[in-house]
């Protein structure tokens, strides 16, 4: 989809009856106000003759509109329904912050194609430019710091990817015909708890978030991760400019405004936008599970039971390494067996973290040092020898820079790289892929819960469908091969693979 191609009657209709369906997929811009809003905003619904409707909150500010300060736009849930397009995928890349500490050029670079053309993709598909895309974002997420935190002026800056107050204020008062300052004035705004901030990501519900928590334990390396009285949390490793940090988060739902709750120490402040963008692929919060569910609605064997779609999301991962770790100790044994096995490798080869909350001890493991160890000594924490050979592979392909594809690569480039590393196979390939790479056609069609699930569906329960057999069934659900496996775990509820 392109800016051109929203059709304005479709556009009036989803905002007469505030259709959250629709809510972040465009914006209504008013001429009468000079403010733009979500199609859900409580306000009256301005006469047709003042509307006119943007694909993004970038192309809404460049031809002069405000955010709303009643449904406010940087709250709109994320889309990812049109991230296979390469103009998408710019845009998210400047969305979460890639020019915060590099430059069009270098960005362009990084992508494949010169400067020029990436700014003509985006004005083209958004009528807006690389700069302005990346300035919106930075306000927009100034704005929600200054809604929701106490943060100083100075912290809100820098964390919104301001390199300075100055700069910070005069983009401000630009766009916003406001101070940040007068802004929260008027804004009843929560103050940090002690030294934490508290964020809010929204998503298009329906979530399941028990079943979503459940998940995450059952597969948690402990230590790193806990899952206790509703909240997830874990720690990390984030690097801000120079700067490596680490700490920890955690995570609950507030199921009625349809937002999950993240709580950070605030000597993470300046980390704040992209561990925000990591939390919503973690739980896969862009998705649009009614969306997907309607594609799949008459694929054979899925379709008849998607009664609703409140776990049609596929758990991400907060690290690539760190997930295929863990999937290469889950190789041929059981979940709690593989997390058993996590666990002990992260208390003799992780570092420790200090002031960590309960439940937590751990920082997440890191190539360079889990390739330093012996294959041997690593067998010693109860991992076979050909599996331990694999980790130190695989962490020594981390090390080279060999989890970091090239911009829009394809599931089948992504998998055959990963299988180079020994011991690597297709399981685990689609699964990284899946579940760290955001891949939604991954389908690691060997998993046993998997093949499990889909003889139960079929009518043979007891017996598991063949690998073979599953792939070839798999084809009916392109591309959205991830969301069906995920479909499938979640009829195994507690006997998840």
Request: contains cysteine; positive net charge; proline residues 6%.
């Amino acid at each position: 989809m392109d800016q051109a191609s929203l059709e304005f009657e479709s556009c009036y209709r989803a905002i007469l009856v505030r259709d959250a369906r629709f809510d972040g997929m465009f914006y209504t811009a008013v001429s009468s106000t000079g403010i733009y809003c979500r199609p859900v905003c409580p306000a009256k619904t301005p006469r047709r003759g003042n509307c006119s409707f943007y694909l993004t909150a970038a192309a809404a500010e460049r031809a002069g509109f405000r955010p709303c300060l009643r449904c406010r736009p940087e709250l709109a849930p994320g889309r990812a329904d049109f991230s296979e397009t390469m103009a998408w995928s710019i845009y998210c890349r400047l969305a979460e912050g890639a020019l915060d500490h590099g430059s069009v050029e270098a960005l362009a670079r990084d992508i494949g194609m010169s400067s020029r053309h990436m700014r003509r993709l985006l004005l083209d598909h958004f009528g807006v430019t690389p700069i302005e895309v990346a300035q919106t974002q930075r306000l927009l997420f100034a704005k929600k710091l200054l809604h929701e935190t106490g943060l100083p002026m100075l912290e809100v800056a820098l964390a919104s990817g301001f390199a300075s107050l100055r700069r910070f204020n005069a983009a401000f008062i630009e766009s916003y015909h406001m101070s940040p300052s007068a802004l929260r004035r008027e804004r009843t705004h929560m103050l940090p708890e002690g030294d934490v901030v508290t964020l809010r990501l929204s998503y298009r519900p329906p979530l399941d978030w028990p079943y979503w928590l459940q998940c995450l334990e059952l597969r948690a390396i402990v230590g790193i991760e806990a899952v206790a009285a509703g909240v997830y949390r874990r720690t990390l490793r984030m690097t801000s400019g120079a700067k490596t940090l680490t700490g920890w988060f955690e995570v609950c739902a507030d199921a009625k405004r349809h937002v999950l709750v993240v709580k950070v120490p605030r000597h993470l402040s300046a980390c704040l936008v992209p561990l925000s963008q990591r939390v919503r692929q973690l739980f896969d919060l862009d998705a649009n599970p009614r969306l997907i569910a309607e594609q799949l609605k008459n694929a054979t064997l899925i379709g008849p039971h998607l009664k609703d779609a409140s776990r049609l999301r596929v758990p991400g991962a907060w690290d690539a390494f760190e997930l295929g770790i863990r999937a290469v100790l889950g190789q041929q044994v059981s979940v709690r067996g593989a997390s058993t096995l996590a666990q002990r490798l992260a208390q003799r080869y992780c570092d420790a973290l200090e002031d960590a909350p309960a439940g937590l001890a751990y920082l997440p493991p890191e190539p360079v040092r889990i390739a330093a160890i012996n294959a041997a000594e690593l067998a010693s924490i109860g991992v076979p020898r050909s599996r331990a050979v694999t980790l130190v592979e695989f962490a020594r392909f981390a090390a080279q820079g060999g989890l970091v594809f090239p911009f829009g690569a394809k599931l089948g480039d992504i998998v055959a790289r990963l299988k180079q590393v020994p011991g690597i196979g297709d399981w685990t390939a689609h699964y990284i892929a899946m579940r760290a790479l955001r891949q939604a056609d991954a389908f690691p069609s060997g998993d046993l819960g998997l093949r499990h699930a889909a003889a139960r569906l079929s009518g043979h329960a007891g017996k598991p469908l063949s690998a073979r057999a599953l792939n070839q069934l798999s084809e009916n659900w392109r591309p959205w091969r991830a969301y069906a496996a995920s479909q499938l775990w979640s009829s195994l509820a507690k006997e998840l693979s």
